[in-house]
């Protein structure tokens, strides 16, 4: 449950609070200050994410919330690296995994409004339409590359740059292979084991999928656009247009719309994707109706996206909320109980071989 420190500490931690909210989003430009959320809710937002760090074995994770239209807080926690001190912060890139879908279904979008295709268009003289690949998985996915290219005469990952990242002013995300050497969170992998992946998830075979490397900062502000259907990106139109239910979703309480999964909570059916691949987790959910929306990525494989979701809508509630708890195997005491285990068996191994192995 969310317990409030005695009032004493609460005033201190408050002023630390408000003297740090406006460098929430940390480098943040200086003509781009946020507006600010109130100090309790800061430290309780920061506690959480810093305890679920620690209990979840995460190696770094940002989050960004947009509340009224406008980003409120976009903050890094943990290292890029396991094993090195670099800090996450608003600016670091993950890989997105699947919320690149929703990029990708903004470039079809735009040339749909500009006459350049339609969503009733059948691919390659088959029964299949764009709308269908709109709703299908990764690998239909995939193939939007090639009609996207084919109504603009860009590569793909040209169009995306120039008339959906830059359009939307998103000046930190690619397509292209980030530099490791800047501020990248690299990969991790596993469970009970966290362990730093051999190399970086990007495939230029799977860009329209998969294929976007984007800071929480430049997440936000994605998120920003959509929940004030901005025009800068699309017209109001187009955005009523991808957020329509198209088909049911293959799980209870799901739908899918053009590029994105409708989720059904509470009384709406919120825009939504959950995305795990190669050592990243993130999770993308838009609250139109409120101008609200909730951004999580980590470079790990245990992240509690929907949980971290919840704790997020309770605290701008101002409500309790419950922790998420890692299984057994994922905790720490666990974890280091199970290690030392296996070292001692280890050794004992070694030292009965070695035994064995001495001359009589």
């Not at 094993?83 to 890139?93: E, F, K, M, R, W």
């Not at 909570?265 to 101008?291: C, V």
Request: glycine share 6%.
């Amino acid at each position: 449950m969310l317990r409030r420190p005695a009032a004493t500490l609460l005033t201190m931690l408050a002023l630390v609070a408000s003297s740090s909210v406006a460098a929430a989003q940390e480098g943040a430009p200086i003509d781009d200050p946020l507006p600010q959320l109130t100090p309790d809710r800061v430290y309780a937002l920061d506690a959480v994410f810093e305890r679920i760090l620690q209990e979840f074995a995460i190696p770094g994770l940002a989050v960004g919330i947009v509340d009224n239209g406008q980003p409120v807080y976009m903050r890094g926690f943990g290292v890029r690296d396991q094993g090195t001190d670099q800090p996450v912060n608003a600016h670091t890139l993950f890989h997105v995994a699947s919320l690149t879908r929703t990029f990708t279904a903004a470039a079809i979008m735009q040339l749909a409004e500009h006459g350049q295709l339609a969503l009733t268009d059948s691919i390659a003289d088959s029964p299949i339409t764009v709308t269908q690949l709109l709703t299908r998985d990764d690998a239909a996915f995939d193939a939007l590359a090639g009609i996207i290219e084919s109504a603009s005469q860009e590569k793909y990952s040209q169009y995306l740059q120039t008339r959906v990242l830059n359009a939307a002013g998103l000046q930190e995300s690619t397509f292209e292979v980030p530099l490791v050497d800047n501020n990248v969170a690299w990969p991790h992998v596993g469970k009970l084991f966290v362990r730093r992946a051999p190399r970086y998830p990007w495939d230029e075979k799977t860009l329209p999928s998969a294929g976007l490397s984007a800071s929480v900062a430049d997440l936000t502000r994605w998120a920003a656009l959509h929940v004030n259907r901005d025009p800068a990106l699309l017209s109001p139109a187009s955005y009523d247009a991808m957020f329509k239910h198209q088909r049911d979703g293959e799980r209870a309480n799901t739908a899918m719309a053009l590029g994105w999964q409708l989720e059904h909570h509470g009384s709406e059916w919120l825009p939504s994707l959950a995305a795990k691949r190669r050592g990243f987790s993130a999770l993308l959910t838009l609250y139109p109706s409120q101008q609200r929306a909730i951004v999580v990525v980590a470079n790990g494989e245990t992240l509690p996206g929907k949980e971290i979701r919840g704790i997020i809508e309770s605290i701008l509630a101002g409500e309790s909320y419950l922790s998420p708890k890692p299984s057994l195997l994922m905790r720490s005491d666990f974890r280091w109980a199970f290690g030392g285990l296996l070292a001692m068996s280890l050794l004992l191994i070694a030292v009965s071989m070695h035994r064995r192995r001495r001359p009589v």
